[in-house]
Structure formats: structure tokens, C-alpha cells
């Protein structure tokens, strides 16, 4: 779970560190139930493209989320510090093995001299989001890494006993503190979900294009029929075809191949999806430039939506066969074949 309200200082409209101190004037404020400084960051791993989240611990304190309390609640902290050790998520251990990093890793400090960690495991959480890129390493080795003042902090997680206060505490924090910026868990699902309707504009467009290319082929039917299609209209006719034999022909063959193209369409798109796991789609949404934890799309199917769209197509293919059938089956055989 993401933290009710995350404090960032702000300087010249840039994030810098923040004091540790400013944690026990936070827990003054009445409804604040905890505030947490937490040293992090990212450490970009050039060989592989990727960034890993390094985050600093200590032995006995308290964590921001539930999952990570478990995590550190299984970990010897104080042998890490003696050791120089650190332990990694899964995502993070594959990428170094891959790079030869089995033991150990080398970090390049903000001096630009280097750090060895020792890898001391590996852990997993239940939640692969969080555990997947993450290295979690004794604050002492955190701060050198990224040669952080110890009276300093990359932020403050602050816990609210009353939800409905979050909004109420946030404003008061940066009224109280004019260089201290308050980001809520609300402001960060806006964030979020402006990304991915900024995303969904790709989507927007194919589907635009779809409906178009629709539109034209239907426009194309009604406008008539191919002449190869008013001589097969005149030759039944010929034959002593109705007019009502010549429509319900017509109409079982278009249901024939509008039937047949919306399954296989379907049957294909579910196969794209949940077999081969939308890839370049799944990219779009995911990004690139991140250590990506490992998922399968879990099958699931909107009834409602594949009504939809097969009424919003099927019938109306079918119109565009039939009224141009009945409109050639309505003359005369020599006018037809003429």
C-alpha cells in the first residue's frame, strides 16, 4: 500500500533531501499518527539498462507498509552492518547473475569510489511490485552510497489516524512548512491515472482508425452491388428465384461470414492477449526503462462487451448485404443482367 501522505522538500523547484528532524515536529500536529523518514533512491545499473530501488533500514524500526515491516522483521540488520551485506528481490538478482554478480555487487558512490556489498540473499514479498527491484541495505551503507548527510532523509512517509483527515493534515504540514511539499495517495492515483489515459490515446487512435475502415467497407456494400454480385442476383432470378429466396440466400451467407469473421476475430485477440501476453501492448503500458516485475494476465472476460460489439457489427454488416440484394432482386431479370 502506498503511504497516506509522502513530505518532500523543495528547493529552487527541485526535491533535495529533507531533515530527520522535521519527523518528531510532524508527530505534533494532532491526527498524525506516525511520520517515518525513509533513506532511498535509485541506482541505475548501466550493463542492463535498469534501475534498482535501494532503500536503507534499520534494525528495530518501524517501516511504512505492512510488507516491508515483514520483510525487515526477517532480516538480521545488524549482521548486514558488520558484513557490508545487503539482500535483493528476485528481479534484481536475476539481472546480476546475468551480469556475472553472483556474490557480490560493486556500487559507484556519489565520490565516485566504489562499495562492495555482499549479496546475503535473496527475499520475496507478496507483493512482486514491490520486492521485484528493490535492494534493501543497512541505512549506514545507503547514506555513503548516495552520499546523503546522516541528519538527512530522501523523505517522510506520514500515517493519519483518521483517512478522512489526509487532506485536512496535508494542508497543515505545508502551511506550517512553505518548502515542504505534501503528496497524498489520492494525488499520486490522479498521477497515475492521467498516464494511463495519456497511454490509452494510442488505443484511441487504432480504435478511430478500426471504425473508419468499418464505415468505408459499409459505405462501399450499400453504395451497391459488384457487378459480378448483380449477375449471380440475375442468373437465380433467371432461374425462377423470389424475390424473398434470393434475400434469405443473401442474408444466411453474409450471417455465414460475418459469424465466422467475428469468432475468429475474437478467438485471435483472446490468443494475443492471455496466450502470448499482449507483447508490445503490455510494453506501452509497462515502459521500458524499469526493472519490470515478472506477471501473467489473468483471464477475464466481459460478457457484456462482446455483446456489444457483435450487435454493433453483425447486424449492421448484414444490413449492408441485404438492402442491395433486395434492391437488385426487385427488377426484372434483363435489367439486372444488363
Not at 526535491?15 to 533512491?41: F, H, M
Not at 549479496?119 to 521485484?132: D, K, Q, T, Y
Amino acid at each position: 500500500s502506498l503511504p497516506q501522505i509522502t513530505l518532500q522538500r523543495i528547493r529552487a523547484g527541485k526535491q533535495s533531501d529533507i531533515d530527520v528532524r522535521l519527523a518528531e515536529e510532524i508527530l505534533t500536529i494532532e491526527g498524525v499518527k506516525s511520520a517515518i523518514p525513509r533513506v532511498w533512491g535509485y541506482y541505475y545499473f548501466k550493463p542492463a539498462g535498469v534501475n534498482f530501488t535501494v532503500m536503507g533500514v534499520e534494525a528495530f524500526s518501524e517501516q511504512y507498509t505492512q510488507e516491508l515491516q515483514n520483510v525487515v522483521d526477517n532480516l538480521d540488520v545488524k549482521a548486514l552492518e558488520k558484513s557490508d551485506g545487503m539482500v535483493v528481490g528476485s528481479g534484481v538478482k536475476e539481472i546480476l547473475s546475468e551480469n556475472y554478480y553472483t556474490d557480490f555487487f560493486n556500487f559507484v558512490t556519489a565520490t565516485g569510489e566504489w562499495k562492495r556489498q555482499h549479496i546475503a540473499g535473496v527475499f520475496e514479498s507478496s507483493v512482486r511490485l514491490l520486492s521485484n527491484d528493490m535492494i534493501l541495505l543497512p541505512q549506514k551503507s545507503a547514506y555513503e552510497i548516495f552520499g546523503m548527510d546522516k541528519n538527512k532523509a530522501t523523505d517522510i512517509v506520514v500515517s493519519v489516524s483518521n483517512p478522512k483527515e489526509v487532506a485536512t493534515i496535508a494542508q497543515k504540514i505545508t502551511q506550517r512548512y512553505p518548502d515542504v511539499r505534501a503528496v497524498t495517495t489520492e494525488d499520486l492515483r490522479v498521477s497515475y491515472q492521467n498516464i494511463f489515459d495519456y497511454k490509452s490515446g494510442f488505443f484511441l487512435s487504432l480504435f478511430v482508425v478500426s471504425v473508419f475502415t468499418f464505415f468505408m467497407i459499409l459505405f462501399e456494400r450499400t453504395s451497391g452491388l459488384s457487378s459480378e454480385e448483380k449477375r449471380e442476383v440475375g442468373i437465380l432470378k433467371a432461374l425462377g428465384w423470389g424475390m424473398d429466396e434470393i434475400i434469405t440466400q443473401k442474408f444466411y451467407e453474409g450471417l455465414v461470414v460475418c459469424l465466422s469473421a467475428f469468432i475468429i476475430a475474437l478467438v485471435l485477440s483472446l490468443g494475443y492477449v492471455y496466450g502470448l501476453q499482449a507483447p508490445l501492448l503490455r510494453e506501452i503500458f509497462m515502459g521500458y526503462s524499469t526493472l519490470k516485475p515478472p506477471f501473467a494476465l489473468s483471464f477475464s472476460v466481459d460478457i457484456g462487451s462482446i455483446v456489444l460489439l457483435f450487435f454493433l457489427s453483425v447486424p449492421i454488416y448484414l444490413a449492408a448485404i441485404i438492402i442491395p440484394a433486395w434492391k437488385a432482386a426487385s427488377l426484372d431479370a434483363d435489367e439486372v443482367m444488363r
